[in-house]
């Protein structure tokens, strides 16, 4: 960073779109689902890494690094929803790894079917609310 603060115009210049290539990398890097919890964790902690050098760059640029904005929320919109989608398909597969060895009634068991199709098609959310709506019917 002091290189930045020292460097010519041409060098901020450059150390902003470098910023702006890592924040697109990162956003479009992201999976749409992380393979297990450790993988959400490291993502996790890459992105921070980004946002956090992001920042260095943000204040030693101060308003010339403005225009990198939009590129950090794309980047924190795009790991909200992937993380968001991890949890809803770990509390899904949760419920259903539970329910498998549940004895259902004859009602119950469409919805669990149904709650199965929903989970294995990555609906992960709407498959904890046919949980719920079969958990609801006994």
Avoid: C, H, W
Avoid at 69 to 95: C, F
Wanted: net charge neutral.
């Amino acid at each position: 960073m002091d290189l930045i603060k020292k460097g010519s115009a041409a060098d901020k210049i450059t150390a902003l779109a470098d910023a702006k290539i890592a924040l697109k990398k990162a956003q479009t890097s992201l999976p749409a689902k992380p393979a297990n919890t450790q993988e959400s964790a490291k993502l996790v902690e890459k992105i921070t890494n980004i946002q956090s050098t992001f920042n260095d760059v943000k204040a030693t640029l101060g308003e010339d690094a403005a225009s990198l904005g939009s590129d950090v929320d794309n980047v924190r919109l795009a790991t909200k929803t992937m993380l968001e989608k991890e949890m809803y398909r770990l509390k899904a597969q949760d419920e259903i790894n539970s329910l498998n060895s549940s004895t259902l009634t004859e009602k119950q068991k469409p919805l669990f079917e149904e709650a199965k199709r929903l989970f294995n098609n990555g609906n992960y959310e709407q498959a904890l609310e046919k949980i719920l709506e079969l958990s609801n019917n006994q």
